[in-house]
């Protein structure tokens, strides 16, 4: 784990190398040390991360350490002089392949799913009795927690070429902080990715880890379910697989849905992963466009020659295609189909009054 690797100081003096280009990645904020750990990163180790966290290939194996009460009051003034544009999204759902995509496009810089965000987020699900880890520190965490949102905005911002949008790719669980997001920049903007439900629940069923991971993602939601009129009370213990997927998908659909219809709707952009994976060309130029990146003629020739990905987006060294998928989910919905109509006429009686608005499919 990150907390086990030798840590070198960062003085005072190298702060402004640190905003200077990404090579520094901020990982995660030790609470109890009162540090921001970073790890050393080449661009071409960005590319190759699927996630930014314990994953990462880093440049070096060791980590850094700056002052966190230093580094929030430095960055406290600081804004990003450039947009950072979010793809949140609700899990298998071809998320991390239109940010692959956007890595092939000159002027894009990507981060796949940095687990400093992750922590923020986490910091604030599981401050209401969720979860006993930041119970020592709840005071702290309401105290600091926005300046500590905008250090980390400002420090996930930088990239390496003068004039490239950072294009971040959150963990799904941050889709709660839509809103915040949009607040804190004028200029950022969203893209919100989700599978139609029968493809979700599929998704979930084949595997006994995504199984597990939907009822994990179950209980870190209970704040936001809470929060949903139609989902609250909903215990994950008395229900079936299919139905906790079911619940987790319309929480995020929910979120979606909230975000577009806010005042604030002209900055979302809900996709599909099937448009994703079946139209890469026309999607990525469509949200492309609705990012309103700064193309030059090589970008605009990268969104031209674009192909569709012929490796697994989160493994680069395995072969996948969209005909490869296609097997995968018929093999999954001959074994899981039924499961799945019935997750599908769940949610659809107990979002009855809701499901016309949702902006994605059940099918």
Known sequence: MISTLPVRKLESMALDEILA????LPMQINLPL????????????YRRSSFLDYRAVRSEPGIYSADLKELTTRLLLRDSPRPVHYILHGGFCCSTLLARYFEAIPGSFVLKEPALLTQLSTFKLFNNGVSDDF???QDEIVANWHNWFHMSAVLLARTFETGAVTILKANDLCNWMGALLLARDSRTKLLFVSSPLRVFVLSVLKSDRRRIWVRNRFRSFANCFARVPFLAGI??????DETCAAAVWLLNSFLCGSLLSSTESHRVLALSSESIVSRPNDTLLAATKFLELP???AGRAALLTLTPFSHHSKDLDLRYSEAARVINLKKAAARFGSAAEAAISWAANVASEWISQCPFDLR
């Open 21 to 24: 280009t990404p090579h520094l």
């Open 34 to 45: 009162k540090k921001v750990l970073f790890c050393q990163m080449s661009k071409d180790g």
């Open 135 to 137: 119970a020592a520190f």
């Open 235 to 240: 215990a994950p213990a008395n229900q079936s």
């Open 295 to 297: 193309l030059d003629e």
